[in-house]
C-alpha cells in the first residue's frame, strides 16, 4: 500500500497531545539544527502540544540540552529530554535490572571522553580491558572509524567473558551528509563474536513506557516523529504508538533524494516494505 506523504505536522497534530521526537535527522544533522527546525517547535508550542525529545544519544539529558542551544535550538521550546545515555545511567545506578545487578563495579569505556557523563558520578571506576568487569561502549573514538578497528579489542573482552552494554542503539547516523559508526554498530558485531549484549534505547519498547511516564499522556494521544525506520518507526510501533517517518535523514541516500526533497511515492512504499515498517505518514522534512 501507498504511504501517506504530509507536507507538515499540522495535517495530523489535532488527533494527538503530544510528540516524541527523535533528534538527530530530525532536528538536527549533529553539527547544526536543519533549517525550519526551531519554527516548527515554536509552532509546536504554541498548538498547545507537549513535547518530548528521545535521542537514541550515549550522553545524558543535560549535555543534548547544551548542544542544542548551540545550535540555536533554546531550551524552552521543547519541554522533555530522554537519551539511552540518560536510561543506561539509570540502570547502572539502579541495578535493578538483572544483566545490571550482575555487573561489578570496574568498567572499561569503550568510547570518547565526551561520554564519559554517562558514569559520571556512580560508584564505577574506570580501567582498563584487562582489569574490567564489564564494557560500556558509547561508540567510536573518531568520526572516521570503523567497525573492524574495534575487533581487535572485542576479541580480548571475550578471551575474559565481558558483559557489554551499549549505550546508543544506532548502527549509523548522517554526520553533515556522511555516514558515521555508532555504538549500536560495535554491539552487533560484538554479539555476532559471541559476546553478551544490553542495550538501552530505542526499537525497546521500555524506553517508550519511560518517556510516556514522563510525559502523562495516553499511549493512542502521542506522536512519534523519526527519521530511521528500524529503531524510530520500529520503536514506536512496538510500543503501540503512531509514528510519522521522516525521509531526509538517514534513509535519504536509499530514497533517492537530497535532504528535504519528497521522494517518489513508489520507492517510498518500496523502501518502507523492504523495511517491514508501517508508518502512519511520512514527511520531507521536520516543519508543522
Known sequence: ????????????????DAFILDLWGVIHDGVEAYAGARDTLAAIRAAGKKTLLLSNAPRRADALVEQMARMGIERGLYD?????GEAVHLELQRRADPFYAALGRQLYHMGPERDENVFAGL???PVDLEH?????NTGP????ETVEDYVPKMRTALERNLPMICANPDHVVIRQGRPVVCAGALAARYAEMGG???MRGKPDPAIYDVALEILGVARNRVLAVGDALHT???????AGLRAVFVTQGIHAAELGIRAGAEPDPDVLRQVVTRHGERPMAAIATFRW
Not at 132 to 136: G, K, P, T, V
Open 1 to 16: 500500500m501507498p504511504v501517506r506523504m504530509i507536507h507538515g505536522l499540522s495535517e495530523v497534530a489535532s488527533g494527538f
Open 132 to 136: 574490567a568487569d564489564f564494557i560500556l
Open 80 to 84: 522533555l529530554v530522554l537519551s539511552s
Open 196 to 198: 553478551q549484549v544490553s
Open 123 to 125: 560508584d564505577l571506576v
Open 141 to 144: 573514538w573518531d568520526f572516521n
Open 232 to 238: 524510530d518507526v520500529k520503536g514506536a510501533n512496538g
